[in-house]
């Protein structure tokens, strides 16, 4: 199903692909660390480590990208995953959606259900190759089609959240909310995007939302680990993401998840052991890029 696929390809893509662009940082223990460097000040600097924001600092880096730190010795805290300020993106919860030239009818015929059908599946698939102007284009024309089509909203809303319009994302799915109000699937929607915009407490509010709604969702728990994660709250983070995996052992996201956040609080023993049975999951069903991404951090590994 659409969801489905939108859902699974925001969050399990950017939780096992590591950034294409990565710095390499080596610590003064030995420890190599790679990944994109967000910020950089005279007494830390800040790397994303698979999309959770890593602090690590000066004091305890030997060099970046073979360049030596030079730095005073220190007493520094320990690398802990840090939060977005909550204030700067703050963004409202309010619907801001595009005009679209909809004639609704009161009753539609067989063919112009499956039209509407065909438009949301090229809409998809368009998403899932990151065309997403072409993307928007097949979505509206569902909805001019089928304007209760809650799929197409739901596609707009992350097409939207892609060129990073939050405001836009947030009123396509409540538009989706306003169909049918126990739509799960927006609600992840919403929580994906308040997460994206750094506005941490709407987005914890909507994952527990959908966990009301349905207390098996995985990706409610990995979305809520992630976010822990971010904010420092480790012991919060691996609950949720062990929670998942008391509803599903072969939850590889979750993982994955597990052992970048060990690998992140220099705990090898435990992150190479998620990462190996993430691994032994993403072979089973035949991810080759998942499990080619394990790899890389398992060499890092002793």
């Not at 073979?66 to 619907?95: C, F, H, R, Y």
């Not at 097949?138 to 939050?166: C, M, Q, R």
């Amino acid at each position: 199903m659409f969801h489905k696929k939108i859902i699974i390809l925001s969050l399990l893509f950017t939780g096992i692909i590591p950034p294409l662009y990565a710095e390499k940082v080596i610590l003064k223990n030995g420890k190599t660390i790679e990944g994109k460097i967000l910020e950089r000040t005279d007494k830390y600097i800040k790397i994303d480590l698979w999309d959770i924001p890593i602090t690590y600092y000066l004091s305890d880096i030997d060099s970046i990208d073979g360049q030596k730190i030079v730095q005073p010795s220190t007493k520094e805290k320990k690398p802990v995953a840090e939060s977005k300020p909550l204030e700067e993106n703050k963004i409202p919860l309010k619907e801001k959606i595009p005009s679209l030239p909809i004639v609704p009818k009161e009753k539609l015929s067989l063919g112009e259900l499956k039209e509407a059908q065909e438009c949301l599946q090229r809409g998809t698939n368009f998403f899932k190759d990151r065309k997403y102007k072409e993307a928007a284009f097949e979505f509206e024309n569902a909805l001019k089609i089928n304007p209760k089509l809650t799929e197409a909203y739901l596609g707009l809303g992350y097409v939207s959240d892609s060129s990073k319009n939050y405001d836009e994302a947030i009123g396509y799915f409540n538009k989706a909310l306003e169909i049918s109000p126990n739509y799960v699937e927006a609600y992840m929607g919403l929580a994906y995007v308040f997460n994206n915009a750094g506005n941490y407490d709407e987005a914890i509010k909507y994952y527990q939302k959908v966990l009301t709604i349905r207390k098996d969702y995985l990706e409610a728990y990995n979305g809520l680990g992630f976010i822990y994660a971010s904010l420092g709250k480790n012991k919060e983070a691996i609950d949720y993401f062990k929670e998942a995996l008391k509803i599903d052992r072969e939850f590889a996201p979750a993982y994955s998840s597990l052992g970048v956040l060990y690998l992140s609080l220099g705990q090898d023993i435990e992150a190479k052991d998620n990462f190996l049975k993430a691994k032994e999951i993403l072979e089973k069903n035949k991810d080759t890029e998942g499990v080619k991404a394990v790899e890389e951090y398992l060499k890092k590994l002793p």
